[in-house]
């Protein structure tokens, strides 16, 4: 089975080839061009490496959100086109779940920076959800994990932001991933997703996954909020 995945839900864009159950190929790229620019050229450059053709794969996956709302509409785009183009079914990453796939004995705390002073976060331990996805501030977050016993491995770009506060509260109880820690990775979308083809979907059913709504239609339900006081 071949599965491509990709990601540009945040800051970085990568995708990833695996090929009977291992990992063919892989890029990740962070040059400050836009995801549009460097998605397609990316997915060439990994099913070269695994020497395939779009043809050969079986499944696209694709982390679908929670994160950046263009970010993720450029990947999930980029595979429904695919999709249709092959006639081959997609499959839904989730990026917490990405970030929390890891080897860690204690409670696994995916945090990405939602901006507005909140967090997109849940919680994990030994590959079980402990926590669901919620769009929350940190400190809501932080005592809601505390019930939980440490250590507690915090991961995503919310990460530097935020490493001051949560040690603050919880002193040597929370351990931080290193840099290469902060990223969603499509190799570990595409691990998950070989586990998930049950849950495949055409390409009409792919859908982005958000937890709130964009800036653009919140302000626009504040202007709209401000036009009814005003008559």
Do not use: W
Not at 104 to 124: E, H, K, M, S, T
Not at 144 to 154: A, E, R
Not at 189 to 208: C, G, N, Y
């Amino acid at each position: 089975m071949n599965i491509l995945a990709v990601d540009t839900s945040g800051p970085v864009c990568s995708a990833a080839v695996l090929s009977g159950g291992k990992l063919a190929s892989f890029a990740l790229m962070q040059n400050g061009n836009t995801h549009s620019v460097n998605m397609m050229p990316m997915i060439d450059y990994v099913l070269d490496g695994a020497c395939m053709g779009v043809g050969d794969v079986d499944y696209f996956a694709c982390v679908t959100g929670p994160g950046s709302f263009t970010g993720v509409r450029i990947g999930v785009t980029a595979v429904k086109a695919l999709s249709q183009a092959t006639g081959k079914p997609c499959i839904e990453v989730n990026a917490l779940e990405a970030l929390a796939h890891r080897d860690f004995q204690g409670v696994v705390c995916p945090i990405l920076d939602a901006r507005r002073n909140q967090v997109y976060c849940a919680a994990f331990k030994c590959g079980k959800r402990l926590e669901p996805d919620a769009a929350i501030a940190l400190d809501e977050y932080l005592e809601n994990i505390k019930k939980y016993d440490p250590p507690y491995l915090f991961v995503g770009d919310g990460v530097p932001a935020y490493t001051k506060v949560i040690s603050e509260a919880l002193g040597d109880k929370a351990i931080f991933a290193d840099a290469a820690g902060y990223v969603i990775s499509a190799a570990a979308a595409a691990v998950l997703a070989e586990k998930m083809t049950d849950k495949a979907v055409s390409h009409f059913d792919l859908e982005s996954y958000y937890l709130r709504v964009s800036s653009a239609q919140r302000e626009y339900e504040e202007r709209q909020a401000k036009l009814g006081n005003k008559q």
